[in-house]
């Protein structure tokens, strides 16, 4: 079986650009969720998609961020326009209906954002 | 006050040790724990659900007091490949939505 798949790995940018980060969850997994590690502090939780729906985005920093998951598969998380603060490593996980209160969540492996 | 809080170490311990981490959650209606490991630059890994009642997977033992709202984990005879930071995650009541502690993080020597 296919983990959770992110893209890029590493994403450079300058303050100001836009930068579109993917995350391709486990197939069947209608539970998607995105967080972020910025540096010296815990992974803090973004927001939780139950299929295409937005379940609780209550992490969401500003509305700088936007997340989408058309049709219920992948999701994008765009970052428009970045700021330095926006550096880190943004996670993605997903977990099937109601795992994630036993058998917990399937990370990516992130994506390592740099604004400079 | 964090929600979820751990010690951060750096705890470095022999091989064949036995080390103790302890993590406390401020959320007493939280109603999952996990112990994650996470290696360098590596995404978190579910290392072990903690339940009420307790439970071991092999060398690993994790523990949950809910009067004092605190985890541990309890590792025996380590190895040179548990060194990792572990992560204490709670989820938050009512919600998917997980907290993190900061992690600890363990080193083991030769």
């Known amino acids: 079986e296919a983990g959770v798949t992110q893209f890029p790995s590493h994403s450079v940018i300058e303050k100001g650009q836009t930068v579109t980060l993917r995350c391709d969850p486990i197939?069947?997994?209608?539970?998607l969720y995105w967080y972020r590690r910025v540096m010296g502090k815990e992974i803090k939780f973004l927001l939780h998609f139950v299929k295409e729906s937005k379940q609780d985005e209550s992490g969401m920093p500003n509305n700088r961020f936007l997340a989408e998951r058309t049709g219920g598969t992948y999701s994008t998380l765009k970052v428009q326009p970045a700021e330095l603060e926006d550096s880190g490593v943004y996670f993605c996980?997903?977990?099937?209906?109601?795992?994630?209160?036993?058998?917990?969540?399937?990370f990516g492996s992130g994506t390592r954002l740099t604004v400079v | 006050r964090k929600e979820v809080e751990q010690d951060p170490g750096p705890f470095n311990v022999p091989e064949g040790a036995t080390v103790a981490f302890n993590c406390t959650y401020s959320n007493s209606a939280s109603q999952s724990f996990f112990w994650y490991r996470q290696d360098c630059r590596k995404e978190p890994k579910l290392l072990m659900s903690?339940?009420?009642s307790g439970n071991e997977d092999g060398r690993f033992t994790a523990q949950l007091n809910r009067a004092s709202q605190y985890i541990s984990l309890l590792i025996r005879d380590s190895k040179l490949s548990d060194s990792a930071t572990y992560l204490c995650v709670v989820k938050s009541a009512g919600t998917y939505k997980y907290i993190f502690g900061t992690g600890t993080r363990l080193k083991v020597l030769a």
């Open positions: 996980a997903s977990s099937q209906d109601g795992g994630a209160y036993v058998y917990g969540y399937t």
């Open positions: 903690v339940y009420s």
């Open positions: 197939s069947g997994h209608d539970n």
